[in-house]
Nanobody, 127 residues
Framework: QVQLVESGGGLVQAGGSLRLSCAASGFTFSSSAMGWFRQAPGKEREYVARIRLRNSYTDYADAVKGRFTISSDNAKNTVYLHMGGLKPEDTAVYYC????????????????????WGQGTQVTVSS
């Protein structure tokens, strides 16, 4: 079955960096698209970034553009989210998700466009 396992969250000071990992299994990784979302307390889950694995095409939310980088290691079936210049408002639970067929590009901002989700990893940025 499909499994997505996130890791790498933690507590970091403002301006610092973290790298999140999402190890995937149970589907054809290279044909899919992987996304990162986040959810802060009392807020809706929001789109952060997406990568289409067949061509490594990436996309970012405006709030993180220029600070975060999404990447993949197809040999390890793993997607990463490199987060730099962290701000207190980046504090949230971060989730990875998979669009198994990788073709929901126009609706990439919507959580409903993704088929499976990881359990989430907490990122806390102190001021």
């Amino acid at each position: 079955q499909v499994q997505l396992v996130e890791s790498g969250g933690g507590l970091v000071q403002a301006g610092g960096s973290l790298r999140l990992s999402c190890a995937a299994s149970g589907f054809t990784f290279s044909s899919s698209a992987m996304g990162w979302f986040r959810q802060a307390p009392g807020k809706e889950r929001e789109y952060v970034a997406r990568i289409r694995l067949r061509n490594s095409y990436t996309d970012y939310a405006d709030a993180v553009k220029g600070r975060f980088t999404i990447s993949s290691d197809n040999a390890k079936n793993t997607v990463y989210l490199h987060m730099g210049g962290l701000k207190p408002e980046d504090t949230a639970v971060y989730y990875c998700a998979v669009d198994v067929r990788g073709n929901n590009w126009n609706s990439r901002y919507s959580a409903s466009s993704y088929d499976y989700w990881g359990q989430g990893t907490q990122v806390t940025v102190s001021s």
